[in-house]
């Protein structure tokens, strides 16, 4: 199995998993660099939550191939072929996927566990986590707490090339020696232009402010602190 990043927009990342030469396509908010990789149908699309950068493409790739199977959360309806949520276990070209509801960023978010691999769309990042546009903290925590639950060696595919911006933040609010080290890390593979996709569980443990924080009312506070930062 490969994990593929397709780039889309200034800093979305399209995730294509690809199994025995088959392909499944995590978040298509663009179809044009979507149908560029892929030159056949898909096995299948993911999606985690219902925001444009995330679902933009589905219609138009489904217009390229014929009908696609799109699985994705209840937010997402009008494209999905099966609704999933917490729980959910399915599975497409001999693998299992085991769907987690993580909402926060959006209502009905969930995220996909497939082997040691988690597709968590924005609610996780490298030293981050999504804005929390439902105003519901506690979830967005909760959402969290359960991610620390996961084993360490998960790796960890977010949506968005945000990892350096991230740590500028972590670093100038809840610095240490393993945040300096990735920061430093980072850095150098974001002036040469390199993903710095995929983190692990255990790694955002160490690093992660949103993660790390004690109680509910410290991940307001970095949250906010975050969103004018």
Not at 15 to 36: C, L, N, Q, R, T
Not at 86 to 108: A, C, N, R, W, Y
Not at 137 to 142: D, I, L
Not at 149 to 169: C, G, Q, T
Request: proline fraction near 4%; charged fraction near 30%; glycine fraction near 6%.
């Amino acid at each position: 199995m490969n994990i593929n990043a397709v780039k889309s927009f200034s800093d979305n990342y399209i995730w294509i998993i690809e199994i025995s030469g088959e392909y499944i396509v995590v978040d298509p908010g663009e179809a044009k660099p979507v149908i560029e990789f892929l030159k056949t149908k898909p096995a299948a699309i993911l999606l985690t939550h219902e925001h444009a950068d995330h679902v933009g493409g589905v219609e138009e790739i489904k217009e390229e191939y014929g009908d696609v199977y799109v699985y994705g959360p209840s937010e997402t309806e009008k494209f999905n072929s099966e609704t999933v949520k917490e729980g959910s276990v399915f599975e497409i070209l001999g693998k299992s996927f085991k769907v987690f509801d993580t909402p926060g960023h959006t209502m009905h978010h969930v995220s996909y566990l497939i082997d040691d691999k988690l597709f968590c769309g924005d609610a996780l990042f490298l030293a981050g986590c999504g804005r929390v546009f439902t105003g519901d903290y506690e979830s967005a925590f909760n959402t969290l707490k359960k991610f620390s639950e996961l084993d360490d060696n998960i790796l960890v595919y977010p949506a968005h090339e945000y990892s350096l911006a991230n740590l500028e933040f972590t670093k100038a609010y809840r610095q240490s020696p393993a945040v300096l080290e990735e920061y430093n890390r980072i850095k150098e593979l974001r002036d040469k232009e390199k993903i710095t996709l995929p983190t692990t569980i255990g790694k955002e443990k160490q690093i992660n402010p949103f993660m790390r924080a004690k109680d509910l009312e410290e991940f307001i506070d970095l949250r906010k602190l975050k969103d004018d930062f």
